[in-house]
């Protein structure tokens, strides 16, 4: 419309507010002209500029590489194209910037056209990017470094350990086998101290031989749970031979014979439902024997101890409670594990530390659990539960 201010700029206008750097020189580096733009990025005037050479504003590699490279280039192809360099600010600082020249001919001379863009702010971004890229590989360097490290110390770790494994094995095979062996001689010390003391008369000599037997049976124990221990440590596990059994009856003979090993304990035994049930009867008094024992030496000795045998539609179990201390908190998650004990009472029915772990093996070889409640005023009761029943009976033994 009439009146109003053109879109386009004049040519001077442009060449002084482009948005970079414009500098016209003579062959010989001679500034003519230079932008506004330019000469606010490097802190002179432009009529100051007009009377220096475009390579005085340069560092002193830069006046090399000007006078070595891109002059000579500029006038064999007549152009140069993205060539870096440094200026040198009013202030003494430098700015880095991007080059790209045209050599034209003209009536009166030679020029060169220059245009010069700052990169500040991509040096700054390369740089940036740079170390990025550094630290990027130096930490795959580690990485790959410490995967090294680890795959070599894994290898020796795998070494130790089956070194220790073998070790392992071999020394609880030698337990399984040496406990095996000891088995006969054991029964025969017993034998032989029966046998005396039904020939022998009540007295200091009769009780002694009792003594030999009641350890002998104490021995005998340890030693088949160390058998078990070493069967269950090298993989075999404790086996278990079920058949259809009377458990009230076949608690009631191994109660029976503990109060014979367990001459001072009030030992007593309760019986809930009837019936039969596929259990290892063996393995049930290897139950109760381990038991007892452990409640005879942490329990309280002046009250009795209590085997519970219970049946009912949905399961079968063996609980046996004692008085007396009750079991830490802290020492209950390892409790059923081996040579571990829930107290530090001495007693001389103390075992080696394996009752709980084998009577935990043998509760699982049947496919049941055992559970442990123990309070100052109840007491210790530890209760086998035993899923699978195969005929029962309502009522009471």
């Known amino acids: 419309m009439a009146g109003e201010p053109p879109l386009i700029p004049d040519s001077q206008s442009l060449f002084d507010n482009a948005p970079c750097g414009l500098v016209v020189t003579r062959e010989d580096g001679s500034i ?21 050479r475009f390579q005085d504003l340069l560092t002193m590699g830069g006046r090399i590489f000007h006078q070595t490279h891109w002059a000579p280039l500029i006038q064999m192809q007549g152009s140069v194209a993205e060539v870096k360099l440094d200026v040198v600010h009013r202030d003494k600082t430098l700015i880095s910037m991007l080059l790209n020249g045209v050599r034209q001919q003209h009536e009166s001379g030679v020029v060169y056209q220059l245009a010069l863009f700052c990169t500040t702010d991509r040096d700054h971004y390369e740089r940036e990017l740079l170390k990025a890229k550094q630290l990027a590989e130096k930490l795959l360097a580690n990485k790959v470094a410490a995967d090294a490290a680890l795959s070599q110390a894994q290898t020796k770790l795998n070494k130790a350990y089956e070194k220790a494994q073998r070790r392992a094995l071999f020394a609880e095979q030698m337990v399984a086998i040496v406990s ?7 029964t025969a010390i017993k034998m032989a101290a029966e046998i005396l003391g039904r020939k022998m008369p009540d007295g200091k000599e009769k009780l002694m031989l009792n003594h030999i037997s009641n350890s002998t049976d104490r021995a005998h124990r340890m030693i ?11 993989g075999r596990g404790i086996s278990v031979s079920r058949s259809a059994i009377d458990l009230h009856s076949v608690v009631a003979k191994s109660v029976a014979e503990l109060r014979v ?15 039969n049930v596929e259990l290892d009867a063996d393995r049930i008094q290897q139950i109760i024997g381990n038991l007892v024992a452990n ?14 045998s219970s049946l009912d539609i949905n399961r079968a179990s063996i609980s046996v409670h004692n008085f007396g201390a009750a079991i830490p908190e802290s020492a209950r998650s390892k409790l059923f ?14 075992s080696v530390g394996l009752g709980l772990f084998i009577v935990r093996e043998i509760a699982l070889a049947h496919g049941g659990d055992i559970a442990v409640h123990s309070t100052a ?4 009761t530890f209760t086998i539960n035993f899923p699978e029943i195969s005929s029962f009976s309502d009522g009471k033994g």
């Not at 606010?40 to 009529?47: F, L, R, S, Y």
């Not at 095996?180 to 054991?186: E, V």
């Not at 088949?224 to 090298?234: I, P």
């Not at 594990?337 to 103390?350: A, I, L, V």
Request: charged share 30%; aromatic share 6%.
């Open 295 to 308: 409640s005879a030496a942490y329990g309280d000795q002046k009250k009795p101890i209590t085997v519970i």
């Open 337 to 350: 594990e081996p040579m571990t004990r829930g107290s530090d009472q001495d007693s001389q029915n103390r």
């Open 261 to 275: 090993a367990f001459p001072d304990v009030d030992l007593r035994h309760q019986t809930v439902g009837r019936g």
């Open 180 to 186: 095996h062996d000891l088995k006969n001689p054991l």
């Open 377 to 380: 005023d109840e007491g210790t």
């Open 224 to 234: 088949t749970d160390l058998l078990d221990f070493a069967l269950a440590r090298v």
């Open 32 to 52: 003519l002209s230079a932008n506004k733009t330019f000469c606010t990025w490097i802190g002179w005037e432009k009529t100051d500029l007009e009377r220096r």
